[in-house]
């Protein structure tokens, strides 16, 4: 059957790798030519459904993360940028990809750097970071435009934080604490041994002679009639009532008000209370202005960002320093740290991410509109421009009381003040 | 000015036999009854107390403890009540919780400590049910060998559960109870006479009755149950008055019930009259409900399984309280009778002799209690100068009028202590 390729023009000739091959009677678009030994390849094209490890070997023969892999039978893998959608579809698609590819510089179209990758994929498949929910995946979440890249929501966070991105909540998991798994089982079980193998009965009161007890000691023959004083039970509300019911464990034995909630990892096999297990925010992405501007116009990895989106802190930091530097202006850095962070968190990682989610507004509302919060992995990073070591300490004083005051746990705030030649480096190592 | 040394002049111009006549009640019944007996419990008191042999503290040792607590709105005493047991010396091996349709919270918060592991069963009625059957529902899933039944407001000496088992060393004995204390004896009056008299009433009275094995009560509040007794006798009945029936019930089976005045605990008593009015005509009611009705065949001396102790106890009763409570306004207006303005002279004289023997009473029971601070006993100290008329006058009052709401008007059966769809069915069906 012929795949005709109506409504476009290609003008130039794009080279295709096509696996395992084409079938005889098959004829591609015009534009298209099968890539000869040692051409560079435009797209991959799959004629059959590949096992994995066949793929992996095309990619690694490919050598390009960013080349667009197209299949012509249902194929609704991670790298695989069209399928299922009919062939002339699955053409137009590779096309769209490679134009888009090489608009791009070449500092960027070869760079190896994750980040740069992640936004060329973004950029070439004309379609946000968006994620769809996948069972197969640990996370049950993956985000398809990212191809075989790896740990695609820690980039996409970093290259939010940057400004090259701009994030929209998609969904929220629970994630195992011990191996991140989202493949959580939510079940009710028993308090005492953890087992699922629960029921549920009924409590009946005998009003006569003020006997409550599970309905299974009241059942009789087919009736009901009290284990204590004997009577037969033959009208709810006057000689009885059913006031509550119990849980009851059928492997311990043991007995409750209601079960349990608990959370098991289909694939560590690890159990977790609720308030042990943490909660992962997922989002879907853009590529905002200063993003484009990036990939199109090379990267400039020294320099920041412009645009809104752009890491605040950074630039405040910047324009504090040239305000130094010209003006003599003080500013002063503080690194946020909390003593009992660990303690907290190993007990209750849920209260944690609240307790910290509260500190960043505490330090928001105490703290002044010039100054910039910044979140790092230990703690906070707080820029005070305009101030001297002195106020600086007053005002964190002043954070920290109105953090003990919103907190209902001590988290051991600790402040320090940076020297400036010490901020790049831990800027740089924490952000 | 008043001249107390008028009734006396007048008493000593009486002859002995008018004298007799007078105070015939207080010379033959009351001193011997409370006065005599409590001297005797104060002798006793010089002796060195007997703690249990290795042997029986081994038996004591290898007994599991239930704990069952249930309770209605409750919520603001829970925390205290379970921090006073988690510091108990003896091992309580399950504490069970019983929610009787608060809506005060009290459900999520036993749930809150149950997940704490300071509760081991925490369960909830979405409708009240009444004390009995929430208890009822708690000694059914213990599964220890002594059952503890507790009240949610109160609070516990730190070896009050090692001192209530003690007695259970003698497997005759089917339950024990132990003494309660007043927490806020301070908070008013009303709450300083009632510690008078529970310091009078338990320091002396409880364990001159459990020398003589003739105590009737194991509180419900306080008591300690042998598992295989009350599952003997059926558990509560329902309530008002439902720790009492149990009680008469296992004297009844044969079984001891002991107090052990080591063992103490301490509850909040009502702070004003109004409340203590009520309480007390709840309990005078369900006394007599449970003496006069429900256990009225105690007199009747051909019964399958008399028991001349119990018989004896009974008549006891009658005589001390139901005959005083409903001869005392008689002998008032006698008095008044026979001799005009004089009576007052009487009255004052007897008042002054209860005085004194009030006085001594308290004395002794302190020092038999040794429990009380010196700070709580200069706080109603004071009170013991009018305690004869709370005690003698104004209680005697309220007794004598719950005992005629209870026995024309059958009032218990209506009291709010237990849900009205409850009460009703209990009382007027069974």
Redesign the interface.
């Known amino acids: 059957m012929l795949m005709g390729v109506d409504g476009f023009a290609l003008t130039p000739t794009a080279n295709f790798l096509a696996y395992p091959r084409l079938h005889d009677e098959c004829r591609y678009p015009p534009g298209w030519k099968l890539a000869g030994r040692g051409e560079p390849i435009d797209a991959v094209v799959l004629t059959v459904a590949v096992p994995d490890h066949a793929l992996r070997t095309i990619l690694g023969h490919v050598g390009d993360p960013l080349v667009p892999i197209v299949s012509l039978v249902p194929d609704d893998r991670q790298c695989i940028d069209a399928a299922g959608q009919g062939e002339q579809f699955a053409w137009e698609r590779a096309y769209a990809i490679q134009a888009r590819l090489r608009e791009l510089p070449v500092s960027i179209r070869h760079s190896a750097a994750p980040e740069d990758l992640l936004l060329a994929r973004v950029y070439s498949r004309g379609q946000g970071l968006a994620p769809v929910h996948d069972p197969g995946s640990r996370d049950l979440v993956r985000y398809p435009v990212a191809g075989p890249l790896e740990n695609v929501s820690e980039l996409a966070v970093g290259l939010d934080n940057k400004g090259y991105l701009t994030r929209r909540f998609f969904d929220r998991l629970f994630c195992c604490p011990q191996c991140r798994s989202a493949h959580l089982s939510v079940r009710e079980e028993c308090h005492s041994c953890r087992s699922a193998n629960i029921s549920e009965e009924v409590v009946v009161h005998h009003f006569q002679c003020a006997h409550e007890a599970p309905e299974t000691q009241f059942r009789s023959h087919g009736g009901f009639k009290c284990p204590k004083c004997a009577r037969p039970l033959r009208h709810i509300g006057l000689d009885y009532d059913k006031p509550g019911s119990i849980s009851r464990c059928d492997d311990c034995g043991a007995i409750n008000d209601k079960p349990a909630v608990g959370f098991k990892c289909m694939d560590c096999g690890a159990h977790h209370a609720p308030d042990q297990v943490p909660a992962r925010t997922w989002y879907s992405y853009s590529l905002t202005a200063a993003g484009q501007r990036r990939l199109l116009h090379g990267a400039d990895r020294a320099g920041l960002p412009a645009g809104p989106g752009a890491d605040r802190f950074r630039l405040l930091l910047e324009h504090t320093r040239k305000e130094q530097r010209e003006f003599g202006s003080p500013f002063q850095v503080a690194n946020i740290s909390f003593a009992n962070r660990d303690a907290i968190a190993a007990r209750d990682l849920r209260l944690w991410e609240q307790s910290m989610q509260l500190v960043g507004d505490a330090l928001h509302s105490a703290l002044r509109e010039v100054d910039a919060v910044r979140e790092h992995a230990e703690g906070f990073l707080i820029l005070m421009p305009r101030t001297g070591p002195h106020d600086a300490a007053r005002a964190l004083q002043q954070a920290s009381a109105r953090i003990r005051d919103v907190l209902k746990v001590d988290p051991g705030f600790r402040f320090t003040l940076i020297e400036d030649v010490a901020i790049e480096g831990l800027f740089n190592r924490r952000a | 000015m008043l001249d107390l040394g008028a009734p006396f002049v007048m008493l000593g111009q009486l002859d002995w036999a008018t004298w007799l006549a007078m105070f015939w009640f207080m010379i033959l019944l009351e001193v011997p009854r409370y006065t005599l007996s409590g001297m005797a419990v104060f002798a006793a008191s010089f002796a060195r107390k007997q703690e249990p042999t290795p042997a029986e503290q081994r038996y004591l040792d290898g007994l599991k403890l239930s704990v069952v607590i249930a309770g209605h709105n409750e919520a603001d005493a829970i925390e205290r009540c379970l921090k006073s047991l988690s510091e108990q010396t003896r091992k309580i091996d399950e504490i069970i919780f019983i929610d009787d349709?608060s809506t005060d919270g009290m459900?999520e918060i036993?749930?809150k400590y149950?997940?704490r592991g300071q509760i081991d069963?925490?369960?909830?009625?979405?409708?009240?049910?009444?004390k009995?059957?929430?208890c009822?529902?708690g000694f059914?899933?213990a599964k220890g060998d002594i059952i503890i039944n507790l009240d949610a407001d109160c609070s516990y000496d730190r070896d009050a559960i090692a001192r209530l088992i003690e007695p259970f060393t003698d497997p005759r004995v089917g339950a024990a109870t132990g003494s309660i204390g007043v927490r806020n004896y301070d908070y008013s009056a009303v709450t300083g006479y009632q510690a008078i008299e529970y310091i009078v009433s338990i320091g002396m009275g409880k364990r001159a009755l459990d020398t003589i094995d003739m105590v009737v009560c194991a509180s419900g509040a306080f008591g300690a149950f042998r598992r295989e007794a009350i599952h003997q006798v059926?558990?509560?009945?329902?309530?008002p008055g439902?720790d009492f029936d149990l009680t008469l019930r296992l004297r009844r089976s044969g079984w001891k019930i002991r107090f052990a005045a080591d063992s103490w605990c301490f509850t909040d008593t009502p702070a004003t009259v109004a409340a203590l009015v009520r309480q007390r005509r709840r309990w005078d009611r369900d006394t007599l409900r449970t003496r006069m009705r429900k256990f009225r065949d105690t007199f009747r001396a051909g019964r399958r399984r008399f028991l001349l102790l119990e018989t004896f106890e009974q008549c006891e009763w009658l005589v001390m309280n139901g005959l005083v409570t409903l001869v005392f306004p008689i002998y008032v207006g006698w008095l008044f009778l026979c001799f005009g303005v004089g009576a007052l002279n009487i009255l004052i004289a007897v008042a002054i002799i209860y005085l004194v023997l009030d006085a001594i009473g308290f004395l002794m029971a302190l020092a038999i209690c040794r429990r009380y601070s010196a700070g709580m006993v200069w706080t109603i100290a004071p009170y013991i100068l009018t305690f004869g008329l709370y005690n003698g006058v104004f209680m005697r009052c309220v007794r004598l009028h719950a005992y005629g709401e209870e026995w024309i008007y059958r009032a218990s059966s209506r009291d709010s202590y237990s849900p009205s769809?409850?009460s009703h069915?209990?009382h007027w069906?069974?």
């Open positions: 349709g459900r036993i749930h149950r997940l069963i925490a369960l909830s009625n979405q409708v009240r049910s009444g009995s059957a929430s009822n529902l059914s899933l059926g558990l509560l009945a329902p309530g439902e769809r409850v069915q209990a069906k069974s």
